[in-house]
């Protein structure tokens, strides 16, 4: 029902009662009342957007589902993914093996009992992004980096990690890596100085590099790149009016 129809109701219930305490009925007249109470109760918590069953305000969401590059129960295999949009997306119990993921944006994005084996991910940066129970088998993760991520139950036999980064991500609980995996140390990376992470923030700021230009994906860069020539390649991203988002792999692209 909408709003109107729940406001005449309340008004001609009222009117009923009013008719009923002329008959000096005060049993029937309080049961009435105290019904009509309830009923414009409920009929003003939903017009201020509460849920009147638990009286708790409903919270919009912050960042929309990407219906798009969500699946629940589908088959994906053997597609090309590169440079695609997964963030804030939803699947869960879906196939993307063999699939290949270059420079596809993960953030906020839950990938829930899923399978990519046999995936490779190049240049790929997830953030806060929810793998649980996924499988990995024989994955390739080649320059990609997990910020704040969960792997509970994810399996990843014979995966390989190649100039690749695990921050605030923990790999308890899950299956298949070898006892003599060691993941690469963040903190081994040379990190660039705040006077030149300030000077490429104004230099870029309002371009579509600007989401590049952190400090993290910054010093990965500068690993294989001069400053000199990473500058020249940034420069000529900027001026490519296709590329919305500058992502690590654009400019990894640049010299492989």
């Known amino acids: 029902m909408n709003k109107i129809s729940d406001v005449l109701t309340v008004i001609s219930f009222m009117i009923f ?51 798009f590059f969500s699946y629940s129960g589908v088959n994906r295999d053997d597609k090309n993914f590169n440079y695609k949009d997964f963030r804030n997306s939803n699947s869960i119990h879906s196939s993307f093996k063999r699939c290949k993921f270059f420079g596809t944006l993960f953030k906020k994005s839950k990938l829930k009992y899923c399978s990519f084996s046999g995936a490779v991910f190049t240049g790929i940066t997830f953030t806060n992004c929810n793998f649980k129970g996924s499988r990995f088998l024989g994955a390739v993760f080649d320059n990609c980096i997990f910020k704040n991520c969960i792997f509970e139950k994810c399996k990843f036999r014979n995966a390989k990690f190649i100039n690749t980064y695990i921050k605030n991500s923990s ?86």
């Open 17 to 67: 009662i009013v008719l009923k305490m002329f008959e000096n009925n005060t049993a029937s007249m309080a049961s009435l009342l105290c019904g009509a109470i309830f009923i414009l109760k409920d009929v003003l918590l939903l017009e201020k957007g509460y849920d009147s069953k638990i009286f708790v305000k409903k919270r919009k969401q912050k960042y929309p589902r990407n219906k």
């Open 171 to 256: 790999l308890k609980r899950v299956f298949g890596l070898r006892s003599n995996f060691v993941k690469d140390d963040i903190n081994k990376l040379n990190i660039i100085d705040n006077v030149l992470m300030n000077n490429l923030k104004k230099k870029y700021a309002n371009t579509n590099v600007k989401f590049l230009i952190n400090k993290l994906d910054i010093s990965r860069l500068l690993a294989v790149f001069e400053l000199d020539r990473l500058e020249k390649t940034l420069d000529i991203l900027k001026e490519n009016k296709n590329i919305k988002i500058v992502t690590f792999s654009h400019v990894l692209a640049k010299i492989r």
